[in-house]
Structure formats: C-alpha cells, structure tokens
C-alpha cells in the first residue's frame, strides 16, 4: 500500500523555467511533509518542509504547496538550473514527526 | 552542520557472509536513527528504527535476525546484513534526527552504501 506516490517518474525542463513535481497522499493523519533531493549514489538531503497548517511556504527558489482536502503537495522550482537535475523524493509523516513515508522519486532533469 | 556518514561506501561480498555497516552523525546527537533500503527506481523503505541504549523497531516484513541494528552511542549505529544472499543486495542508507543544535524536524541522511552479494 503506498501511501505517499509520486506519479510522474521523470520530469524534463529547460533551464530558467519552472520546474513542477507533485505528489499525493492517502494517509489522513500525516500532518507534516518533506522534500529531498537526491544525487546518484548519494543520501538524500532536506529541502523544504510544510505543515499541515499551512498551505505554502517559500524558500528562495523553491516553494512548496499543500491542499489537504485534495491530500497533494507539489513543489515549484523557479527560475529552474541544470544543477537542479536530480532525483526529487516527497515524504509525509504523522505528528510524531519521526517515522518518514516516501514516494517513488521524481527524476528531474533541467536542460542548458 | 547536521553530517552524517556511512562506511563503507560500498561493499561486496560472497554469498553466506556478514556484512556490517556503520553510520555516524558526525556534529550531532542522533537521539535517533533510522535504516532504509532503496532498490532501483523505488522509494526509500524504512527498514529500522533505533534509540540510543534501546532495542531497535523494524518494520513489518523486515527480519530482526537477519539485520542486525545497534545504536550504541548518540553518534552511531550499525546495521549487520548476517548470512548475506544475493537478494540482500541493494542500497542501504541510514539517517538520523536530534534535538539539539539540529532541525528536530528531519532527518539527516548519510551518503548510502551500496552492497553486493554475490
């Protein structure tokens, strides 16, 4: 049962444009979201962070959206660069705030 | 701030042998740590989850015998693959979380060790 997906597999974007990964959910009681990035034979490391009392937050380049009733978050990448290119991985978790569920990644490649 | 590291990187071993695997949080405090395993193109699957001084939780599905998690100290934590078959083979990544000097609401990850048995 996978209860964070992430549908889209790949994303491919020309550099300067927005970049739009999104991600859903069907766990009710996750109230707080996460994104990684992800280099090849690399951890993943933090990005940005919602809470499900909020329905945006900002973080220089990067913006990540929630709509509960719908249980999707995207996160927005603008202006996009080739350094951006990497595998993009959301993650929920409940209001302990330990134990992380994680979508399937998203492989974002942003072109020259 | 907020590293953490994995040793080895990668490793590669006969079938039937014990391959033990190290995470350190190198800045921090790791109240707690946490195993995941990553086959191709698939998500991160949490493994374990570990206290300092305290028995490790796994996951259901997940064999306490088989993969053997100590956190001895709140800067390390060990995964042990014992009587490894090529199935086993895989990307294994520890992260770990505190309460001090760190966001306490992330996980900090190390770089993965990639492990193959052959």
């Known amino acids: 049962d996978q209860q964070v997906k992430q549908n889209s597999p790949s994303l491919s974007v020309q550099e300067g444009r927005i970049s739009i990964l999104n991600c859903d959910y069907t766990n009710s009681m996750f109230d707080y979201f996460l994104w990684y990035k992800k280099y090849p034979a690399e951890g993943p490391t933090f990005l940005i962070s919602i809470s499900s009392i909020k329905d945006k937050n900002e973080d220089g380049r990067f913006t990540v959206f929630l709509n509960k009733s719908a249980k999707h978050l995207s996160l927005h990448i603008v202006p996009s660069q080739p350094g951006d290119s990497a595998v993009y991985f959301c993650a929920a978790s409940g209001s302990d705030g330990s134990r992380l569920t994680f979508g399937e990644g998203t492989q974002l490649t942003v072109n020259p | 701030g907020a590293v953490v590291s994995q040793h080895p990187s990668r490793v590669i071993c006969k079938s039937g042998t014990s391959v033990k695997i190290e995470c350190r949080s190198l800045d921090f405090q790791a109240t707690t740590m946490f195993w995941y395993r990553q086959f191709p193109k698939q998500s991160l699957m949490l493994m374990a989850t570990s206290n300092e001084g305290s028995k490790a939780t796994y996951e259901q599905g997940v064999e306490k015998d088989k993969f053997l998690i100590n956190h001895a100290s709140l800067t390390l934590s060990t995964l042990t693959v014992t009587s490894a078959h090529p199935e086993d083979s895989s990307f294994y990544i520890c992260?770990?979380?505190?309460?001090?000097?760190?966001?306490?609401?992330?996980?900090?990850f190390g770089p993965g060790t990639r492990l193959t048995v052959l």
């Open positions: 992260s770990a979380s505190g309460t001090s000097g760190v966001r306490t609401d992330t996980q900090y």
